[in-house]
C-alpha cells in the first residue's frame, strides 16, 4: 500500500481523549494527524447527557460534547481522517499506520481508541442485535415505546442508560448478578424512586430467545442455582468495556485486564508511543479523565519529539 505522507503527530481515535491529545498537540503546533477509527466521539457519544463533566451544570449530550471538542481541535489545525485503523507496525521509526486509503508514518503516536461493549456471550445474543438485543440506549431507544424492556448491569452505565429508556419503555427491569449495585450513590437513588424502573437482583441471563424479535430470557440465580424464563420485549446490555487493544498484542506491554500499560507520563513501552483514555484506564473510566489523561499524552509526547527521551 502507498505510502500517503508523514506525520509529526498521529492520534488514533477521536473520543474525549484523541480530542483532548489534539487540542493540546496542535496548540504546540505539531500538526497532529488523528484517525477517528468508525465510533466518531468514542462511547461517550453513546451518552444521552453528561452531568459531570465540568463546565455544564446543567448537562450535555455526548455527541454535541464530543462535536464542541472536534471543532475546538480544528481551531487550532488539527486534521482529521474518517477512516479505521488496519494495522500498526512499531517493529521500526519512524511508526507505519495503515489504514484502507494507504499508509501513514509518524514520529510519535497516541493510541486513544478506547474500548467496545462487552458481550454477554450467551446463546441468542448475535442473532438477536439489532432485533431486540442493544447495547445503545440513546441509539436504540426510540425503537421500545411503550414496552417492557430489561437492562444487564449495575454499573453507572447500565443505571444512566436504564433511566433515560424511561423515555420511551413502559417499563425497564435491571438485571445484575450481584445484590448490590455498583453505580454512584445519585444515581441509584434516581433509578429506585423510578416508577418505571424495577430489579432482580442475584440473577445472570443465560439465554435470549425469541422468533422475529427477542420474546424471553432464560436466567438462572447465581446463589440458588434455579432457573425461570422471563418476558421480554427487549434487551440493553451494559456490563462494561473491553480496551481495543488488539492491534498492540505482542508490541506493547498490557496490563492483565488488557488496558495498555501506561506510566505516569502515559508513556508505554515504546520510545515516542502514548496511550490516554479507555484503552489505558481499568480504573475510573469517566469522560473527564480521559480528555485529562489525553491532554497528559500530548504534553508529553511534545516533549518526547523535543528531546527524544521517552519510554518506559
Not at 179 to 204: C, H, M, Q, S, Y
Not at 225 to 248: A, R
Request: hydrophobic share 40%; net charge negative; with cysteine.
Amino acid at each position: 500500500m502507498a505510502l500517503i505522507e508523514h506525520r509529526q503527530l498521529i492520534i488514533l481515535g477521536a473520543g474525549p481523549a484523541g480530542l483532548s491529545a489534539a487540542i493540546y498537540g496542535a496548540r504546540a503546533e505539531l500538526k497532529p494527524l488523528v484517525i477517528t477509527g468508525m465510533v466518531l466521539y468514542g462511547q461517550a457519544s453513546l451518552t444521552h447527557t453528561i452531568e459531570n463533566y465540568p463546565g455544564f451544570p446543567k448537562g450535555i449530550g455526548g455527541m454535541q460534547l464530543g462535536q464542541l471538542f472536534e471543532e475546538q481541535a480544528k481551531a487550532f489545525g488539527t486534521e482529521f481522517v474518517f477512516d479505521e485503523v488496519q494495522a500498526v507496525d512499531l517493529s521500526k521509526h519512524p511508526y507505519t499506520v495503515s489504514v484502507y486509503g494507504g499508509d501513514y508514518t509518524t514520529d510519535a503516536l497516541i493510541i486513544a481508541m478506547g474500548a467496545n461493549n462487552k458481550r454477554l456471550n450467551v446463546p441468542g445474543e448475535e442473532e438477536f442485535i439489532g432485533r431486540g438485543v442493544s447495547y445503545c440506549g440513546t441509539c436504540d431507544g426510540w425503537f421500545y415505546k411503550d414496552k417492557d424492556i430489561h437492562v444487564v448491569g449495575g454499573g453507572d452505565s447500565a443505571l444512566e442508560e436504564a433511566i433515560f429508556l424511561t423515555r420511551f419503555a413502559h417499563s425497564v427491569t435491571i438485571i445484575h448478578r450481584r445484590d448490590t449495585l455498583r453505580a454512584g450513590a445519585i444515581l441509584e437513588n434516581r433509578a429506585r424512586t423510578n416508577p418505571k424502573i424495577g430489579f432482580i437482583f442475584d440473577t445472570v441471563v443465560k439465554e435470549i430467545r425469541g422468533g422475529e424479535g427477542v420474546d424471553e430470557l432464560l436466567v438462572e440465580n447465581v446463589k440458588t442455582g434455579e432457573t425461570s424464563l422471563i418476558p421480554t420485549e427487549g434487551l440493553f446490555i451494559f456490563i462494561g468495556h473491553s480496551p481495543n487493544t488488539k492491534l498492540f498484542e505482542g508490541q506493547l506491554a498490557l496490563e492483565p485486564g488488557g488496558t495498555i500499560k501506561i506510566n505516569e507520563h502515559m508513556e508505554t513501552s515504546k520510545k515516542s508511543v502514548f496511550a490516554a483514555g479507555e484503552i489505558a484506564d481499568p480504573h475510573f473510566r469517566q469522560v473527564v479523565t480521559s480528555a485529562g489523561m489525553g491532554a497528559a499524552a500530548a504534553i508529553s509526547a511534545t516533549h518526547c519529539l523535543e528531546t527524544m527521551s521517552c519510554g518506559l
